[in-house]
């Protein structure tokens, strides 16, 4: 009949689909084989499709995971997320210098930085790669010199005191004060930037709420490792008009 024939058919389907998945954990799983990178250091327990993706997730505080694999495996670690897809963690000086300063253009950007950045920050310095680079690189030198950025570095050091102010006044004597390093490093930046750049202070360091700031923080919210946004990393999840996407795009045309 008609329905048996769907029924076969959805199947049939169903299982090319399941084995073209299962090739393509296995692929992911045995290429780290006869890779170097299988020498550095990894957590322990993770899921076969999902990697360490719910141990970040299930931890609430930013960075609090990575801190705890930083002292089970060192400085260095990898670690893997949705599909099997491969993170490498540096916290070493020296790695980190070879990584940013050394040799910045044998590292590129993970592509999903790309895939959200670029729709809200354009195909500039901060995203582009190797010749496109250095030539915008060459282009900026001029504005990059120390006597212009010399006098850029009061608005640096008075910003950074105006949050060392605030972290104070917050503090109880003879308590720890717990601050969201992630959260404040976000509202300094904004500040900075909209100081230097547009000589317009978004006091948020200062809790204040602004719509032209409100709208970077939804638009970097993206970034955030949380399932909402690792969903919406694929697709076609990335195209629909889900509420995070919306807000998301809202966002990007009120900063343009």
């Given amino acids: 009949s008609t329905m048996s024939m769907i029924a076969s058919k959805c199947t049939q389907i169903f299982v090319y689909a399941s084995a073209l998945f299962g090739l393509f954990v296995f692929y992911n ?85 790309e895939l959200f950045m670029k729709k809200l920050l354009g195909q500039g310095i901060l995203l582009v790669e190797g010749e496109v680079h ?67 202070d978004f006091n948020a360091c200062d809790g204040a709420q602004t719509q032209l700031g409100d709208a970077y923080v939804q638009a970097l919210s993206c970034m955030t490792i949380n399932l909402a946004n690792t969903l919406n990393a694929l697709w076609p999840f990335r195209v629909l008009p889900t509420p995070p996407v919306l807000r998301r795009r809202r966002a990007e045309r009120r900063i343009r």
């Fill in 134 to 200: 250095a030539r915008q690189r060459t282009l900026l030198s001029d504005a990059f010199k120390y006597e212009n950025l010399a006098r850029l570095s009061p608005i640096f050091s008075e910003q950074a005191a105006k949050l060392a102010q605030i972290w104070s006044r917050d503090a109880t004597p003879g308590r720890a004060l717990e601050v969201d390093i992630v959260a404040a490093m976000h509202n300094l930046s904004l500040d900075i930037i909209g100081l230097a750049g547009f000589s317009h």
């Fill in 29 to 113: 799983k045995a290429k780290r084989w006869f890779s170097p990178l299988r020498l550095i250091p990894s957590p322990a327990k993770q899921s076969w499709i999902f990697g360490h993706l719910f141990h970040v997730l299930g931890v609430g505080k930013t960075g609090e995971v990575h801190g705890m694999w930083l002292k089970e495996c060192g400085n260095v670690l990898s670690y893997n997320m949705f599909f099997l897809g491969h993170r490498i963690m540096v916290c070493d000086l020296d790695a980190a210098k070879h990584i940013l300063v050394t040799s910045v253009f044998n590292y590129v950007k993970p592509a999903y930085i």
